[in-house]
């Protein structure tokens, strides 16, 4: 939680103000920070109303994918309902947030359906196309033998077929018909789909702040934090028809319309971080938010004689925010506009004044 510091009474020198000695304090702690630019400073304005958000969201993403099973049918009971779109199926999904991605296979018996097997025509048996239906085929060893054997008396019974000149079919049993090995001999097929599902979550973090601190230094200060303020957390599944602005406006707007978080921004991240890596046969099912909050106290003070090279606009003014305490329970204190933190030494964006600097 945030180091809410109650002011007292300004003084002419601006110097026992409680906000001023947590300045003061800071300075102290700096190495090359000189102190003489709040000998006369005073404090202008202080801001409660200020606050940073750290904005977790998940989307359990779902990917599906049918295909098509083929058995022989065997008299199970057919649904009379039309077969379903993919998406119509409802399953139980896993935890949104969870870092496996979960995979399971369902047999969806309520798919099924029957055709009359194509290889048989509903017959059960089709007819054998070694022996073209004959039961069996001309000899040809014996064919072989009238060419090599003139005299009748070398001549011997061909021992393939016993002079009969007919091969009986093996692949029929001499029967010129074959069982349908499709449909095992039933004359219809069963068929229903199996459908792979896969859950996986995307997790992305968004800062937001309604102060003039940078939004890249925002997540440094609330991971410096000990404690945050658990401020929102919201589950609940997602419609084809849903889409994030809505989602939040109704959730999370209407309990806090004060919150200053920027819907429009969030939305903006969401969409690209999210709502792109929607692909073909994967959709949203599920999105979880969770939201912490960083009270921020900012205060506003005059140094005469100094010059705010980070703002000039802002001529002799200066800001410092109050994030927090640290472990010790000393106020967190951020600014980057101080106007004696350094000589110059050090580069050209540095202030003017340094205690160890020799240079006049």
């Known amino acids: 939680m945030a180091n809410k510091v109650t002011p007292v009474e300004k003084s002419g020198a601006g110097s026992s103000s409680a906000e001023m000695d947590v300045m003061k304090t ?9 102190s003489a630019a709040l000998t006369h400073a005073k ?47 409802d399953f139980e999904p896993p935890p949104t947030g969870s870092k496996k991605t979960k995979t399971d296979i369902r047999t969806l018996e309520q798919t099924r359906w029957t055709t009359i097997c194509r290889k048989c025509s509903g017959f059960c048996r089709y007819m054998c196309s070694s022996c073209k239906g004959d039961g069996g085929k001309p000899c040809y060893h014996c064919k072989i033998k009238a060419l090599t054997e003139t005299e009748m008396s070398n001549k011997k019974p061909c021992k393939h077929c016993n002079d009969t000149h007919v091969i009986h079919c093996t692949g029929c049993k001499s029967t010129g018909m074959i069982d349908c090995k499709s449909c095992k001999g039933c004359g219809k097929l069963l068929h229903w789909y199996e459908m792979k599902i896969k859950w996986y979550s995307i997790h992305s973090v968004t800062y937001q702040s309604n102060t003039k601190i940078p939004v890249k230094v925002i997540p440094k200060l609330i991971r410096k934090v000990p404690e945050k303020k658990d401020f929102w957390d919201n589950d609940q599944k997602w419609a084809k028809t849903d889409t994030f602005d809505k989602y939040f406006q109704n959730t999370f707007v209407k309990q806090h319309p004060n919150s200053h978080i920027n819907v429009d921004k969030l939305t903006e991240d969401f969409n690209k971080k999210h709502g792109k890596k929607a692909k073909k046969n ?18 506003e003070y005059e140094a005469k004689g100094f010059t705010n090279k980070e703002e000039k606009e802002m001529v002799d003014k200066f800001k410092y925010y109050v994030y927090g305490k ?17 000589c110059g030494c050090f580069g050209p964006k540095c202030a003017h004044h340094s205690v160890c600097c020799t240079i006049a």
Not at 53 to 68: F, G, H, N, S, V
Not at 283 to 299: A, F, G, H, N
């Open 26 to 34: 800071y300075v102290k702690s700096k190495f090359g920070y000189n």
């Open 43 to 89: 404090v202008n304005n202080v801001q409660r109303e200020r606050f940073a958000y750290q904005i977790d969201i998940w989307t359990l993403m779902e990917y599906r994918q049918t295909k098509k099973i083929t058995r022989p049918y065997n008299g199970e009971n057919i649904p009379n309902a039309a077969n379903r779109n993919e998406w119509e199926f």
């Open 282 to 299: 994967c959709r949203i099912v599920q999105i979880k938010c969770s939201i912490q909050k960083l009270d921020i106290t900012e205060v």
């Open 326 to 342: 640290g472990k010790k329970g000393e106020p967190l204190v951020y600014e980057n506009d101080y106007p004696m933190n350094s």
